[in-house]
């Protein structure tokens, strides 16, 4: 077939008899005018078939480019082709190399990347429709052995075997869209995911995600297309919705455009069915479980691990690093299962940082040596220098110790908190061990009036749980109402997660809970409510929750909200201070800020505290009336001294006081 024979066939199969060139020409004789744009819009109608008609004929790139522009000088037009022509072939051998390439970059899961490979197959053996989802996997299994990187790796592998024109994995965090009020924010992404050229998107946290986004999910993976409840324009790239039946370009379904969906999870499927029903996982074929790392493969990690250590160091630092065996033995070390490779990666990033300080500090540093000897040390140039890369948890806990032991009175409170946390290294070692371990509320309710120690014990609540590896990041982040209900609706669920976003890894301690709920026709409020009891239970292990109230009012508002109540098997009572606890408290505050306070104004400073305490108001202050009197008393020493210089600067004397005025 000569080249003449080969452009008229391909004009005649890409166009059809419906739509062929010469009808086109004979019965538009306007639209030839303009025949460029016209030639353009069916192009791109037919890309589909320009893909099927390469495989058919088996073109390269330099025949399709010369047919190109053969039609373009006989035709004297110019054809916006699609950018790439995806030329690879779907073959066994194909994806038997994916699976060889995929299980030597993901370690460990051979059994887990065969399946996934095959998984990817599937679709180019039983056939699919390119309008829907081409396929959906469900890949579950631990942190750290490796799911997201079989995901990315596979991105990369599709492309550079000609199977996809994108490497790209579009990640679609489904924790974003808690509430129905989050519906264009969350059309607006998944749009964006369905209508680019990445071929995967990887969907996660959708244990988090509101059930009407969660559904609809599920109905691209049943149907392969979802119908929108609501007609919708792209505009400047924005979804928006159609206001009259009349707007162009109308989109009222998502279509799954050839994607595959990977679902991640640590759930099971038995229990991500939970989520989306029995139709959804009975429709999925491909479920991909990796599985903890062996030894073998553990080995194997560390000294990949090692080996791109030492490559950073050269390259990056130009340092050519040596690691002792002893450097792999120290991480095994500090391996645990359940976090896999995930327990190990961020002492390897540690290391390097460290490196880059020495790195920085010495010009003439060229070779060095690791190794780990009661620390991480590295040796170069006749000098032997410690790494700062142990975390300094057991400094931390004893000074969280000190500060508890400083803190007056609140004798229940600490205990209570020092038993929490021997049950937390306890399951830490049964964990370790590999026994069962008990499940551990670690949400609580301070009850009490105001001043009573409730945010400096929250604090440090925060603080020890870090310490003890509860929490990743141990800040409070306090809150009120205020800063959880919305003003309007469709604005309450956004603010709440917002700040329960920013609470994430630490303690979210809420003052005043009790106004949260201000009775049944309090909508926004209930809202909030409804947010946060589902926060903590999708983050239950990065998130403790204290909400803090007077006693009366935090035990009527738990009676209205059993949700909430079951939720919070912690409640602790701090009671009010009494009168010898505030003087001492009022010695405490006085040194914190370099002064003293007189003996003889000990005694009185306390009969004065014992009297406020016995009227039993509430509003009495407790702590913060000690702070408020060591204050003033600060400011009457000023005015003092300034008549009589000659007195001492830190001593606050009985005349400072001014008690019997309070």
Sequence with gaps: MNRHEEKEKMMDELFSKKRSFSNIYNDS??????????????????????EELTKKFNYSDDDLKRLKADIEKDFNISIDTPETVVLGKASKEVFDNIYKDLSDKVIGQDEACKAFTTAFRRPYVIGSDPKKIRNSIILYGSNGTGRYQMVTEMGQLLKQYGLSVSSEVYVLDMSRYQSTSQEVLFLQDIYVALSGKNPIILIEKFEEA???????????????????????????????????????DVIDRLNGNDKILVFVSEKNPTKIMDIFGKSFIDKI??????????????RLIIDQLVESLESRCKNQLEIDLKADKSIHEYLHSIYEPNDGKDS?????????????????????????????????????NDLTMDLDV????????????????DIVGLDFVKNYLLSLENLIKINQIRKQKGLKTNEISKHMIFTGNPGTGKTTIARLVSRMMKACGILKQGQLVEVTRADLVGKYVGHTAPLTMSVIQSALGGVLFIDEAYSLYRGKDDSFGLEAIDTLVKAMEDHRDDLIVILAGYTKEMKEFLEANSGLKSRFANIIEFSDYTGEELMLIAKSIAKGKDYVIADDVLRPLQDYFTLIQAKGDPNSGNGRLARNLVEDAILNQSKRLLEHPDEQMNMLERVDFNLGEK
């Design 285 to 298: 074929d491909d479920k991909v479980q990796t599985k903890k790392l062996d030894e073998e493969a553990l």
């Design 390 to 405: 142990i975390d300094d948890a057991k400094a931390e806990r004893e000074e969280i110790q000190k500060e508890l032991d």
């Design 344 to 380: 190990i990666s961020p002492m390897v990033q540690k290391i390097y940082n460290e490196m880059v300080d020495v790195a920085l500090k010495y010009d003439d540093l060229n070779s060095a040596q690791l190794r780990y000897e009661e620390g991480v040390k590295v040796s170069f």
């Design 29 to 50: 004789v306007d639209i030839l005018k303009d025949t460029e744009s016209e030639l353009n819009r069916i192009l791109a109608q037919n890309q589909k078939d320009i």
């Design 210 to 248: 509101s059930p009407v986004f969660n559904r609809m999910l599920a109905e691209l993976v049943l149907e392969g297309t979802c119908v929108l409840s609501k007609r919708y324009t792209l505009k400047n790239n924005q979804l928006i919705e159609a206001t009259t039946t009349l707007s162009g």
